[in-house]
Structures are given as structure tokens and as C-alpha cells.
């Protein structure tokens, strides 16, 4: 006779066929408690300690979601990113017990998700798995947007300008998004980074304003992507 499904982390039992969350963390009591804390929530979970043994896993099975720690033996968490990112657009929340901006910026821009610094609520991680998967979802029912002679195809996670394919890291990618979306409103920077990096992001706006800069160069929207001094950012429509 099959068990009964766990409670989920809202405390309801749910029938929901499990998602796949691979972890990739070499330390042994952190691996354990969010295993633990995943599974709880009905995720199945495959706890790898190394990068090279999470790439072959990438490539064998399919994968929800990956945890990825930085601090890894042999290659390390950016570098593992880099080459997920590279075949693989599956989302990357990362682990890290380092607080610098500079190392917060390098995993947003290979493509990471989210960040999680280290010592973390188990709960919380499970929450922001959670909305990474959410948003995901919503993302591949959309339309096709435009700004100017940029097009926007959600489902494809795809920006062209001039008919032109140009790679955006996933961070770039939703906040022109979000930009799109509210054509003609001011957004304030702390409003673009609670929709883009979400409300908990340990880093500051100026994480905005480097983001802001990059879609300028890549795509050409400097008219189009406007610095309202004071306020925010604006995308207007021509």
C-alpha cells in the first residue's frame, strides 16, 4: 500500500505529481536539511556533490529545478551555471555564504534565478523554489511583446532586435519584460527589483541601473528606455 502524501510546507496534503530538484551541494548537513525540506513539499530530490556529476545528471533526466551551491570541489557553482545555462534555460536558484554584490551579479548575469545566502530558512528556500517555478509558468502562456524594432517572445525566452536573435542573461531578459509590460509608467527601482530579483534580494538598485545599461547596449533602447531622474525607469512606445 503507497503512503499518503505529505503535507506540503502550507501544511494541506496535495496529490500533485512531484517536480525534480537537483541539488548540487557538497556539505553534508546542508544537503540533508534541504532534502529534507523539499521532499516534505513533495519534490523529488537528487542530491549530487559535485558539477560534473550534476552536467551528466542534467543530461540524462529531466530537471524542474537546480540548487546550486557556489562553493563546490572541482569546478565551482558559476562556472557550473555557465554551462546549464548554456544547453539549458531550467531554473537556477543559487546557494552562497558570500555577501558580495560582485559575486551576486556575476550568477544573475550567467543566469541564475535567485540567490539564497547562507545560513538560510529551509522554508524560505522552498518558498522562493516555489515562486521561481511560478513564474516560469505564467511566463510560457504569454504573448509576444514589442518596444520599438525589439520583440519579445516569452515563451521562447527569446529578444530580437531588427529581426535579430540577441542573448540576454534570464535577469536582462525579465526585466525588459516587466519594462514592456508597464510601457508608459514610471517604475521605481525598488519596484523593478522586487518584480525582477524579488522582494528578499540581499543586493541593492544599483543592480537595476547595471541591468538598465546592458539592455541599452544589446538592443539599441536607449530613447526607448528612459531615466526618469528622480523616480525610476520608464519604456515608452513610439
Not at 502550507?10 to 532534502?35: K, M, Q, W, Y
Not at 541564475?112 to 522554508?123: E, G, Q
Not at 541593492?204 to 546592458?214: C, L, P, S
Request: with cysteine; net charge negative.
Amino acid at each position: 500500500m503507497s503512503a499518503a502524501a505529505p503535507p506540503s510546507e502550507s501544511g494541506a496534503p496535495t496529490n500533485r505529481a512531484p517536480r525534480t530538484v537537483l541539488l548540487i551541494e557538497d556539505e553534508e548537513s546542508i544537503g540533508n536539511l534541504v532534502r529534507t525540506y523539499f521532499a516534505r513539499d513533495q519534490f523529488s530530490v537528487v542530491w549530487l556533490r559535485s558539477g560534473e556529476e550534476a552536467l551528466l545528471e542534467l543530461a540524462s533526466q529531466k530537471i524542474d529545478l537546480v540548487v546550486l551551491d557556489i562553493g563546490l570541489p572541482g569546478i565551482d557553482g558559476f562556472e557550473v551555471c555557465r554551462r546549464i545555462r548554456s544547453r539549458s534555460q531550467v531554473p537556477i536558484l543559487m546557494l552562497t555564504a558570500r555577501d558580495e554584490e560582485p559575486d551576486r551579479i556575476t550568477g544573475f548575469d550567467l543566469g541564475a534565478d535567485d540567490y539564497v545566502l547562507k545560513p538560510f530558512s529551509p522554508r524560505e528556500l522552498v518558498a522562493r523554489a516555489h515562486a521561481i517555478l511560478r513564474r516560469g509558468r505564467q511566463a510560457a502562456y504569454q504573448d509576444v511583446l514589442r518596444l520599438g524594432e525589439v520583440e519579445v517572445r516569452r515563451s521562447e525566452r527569446v529578444a530580437c532586435a531588427d529581426d535579430q536573435e540577441v542573448k540576454l542573461t534570464n535577469k536582462e531578459f525579465d526585466l525588459l519584460t516587466v519594462l514592456i509590460e508597464n510601457a508608459g509608467l514610471v517604475l521605481t527601482r525598488e519596484k523593478l527589483l522586487d518584480e525582477v530579483w524579488g522582494m528578499t534580494y540581499p543586493g541593492d538598485t544599483r543592480t537595476v541601473d547595471v541591468h538598465i545599461a546592458q539592455l541599452r547596449r544589446k538592443l539599441g533602447l536607449q530613447d526607448l528606455i528612459v531615466t526618469v531622474r528622480g523616480a525610476g525607469y520608464k519604456a515608452v512606445r513610439e
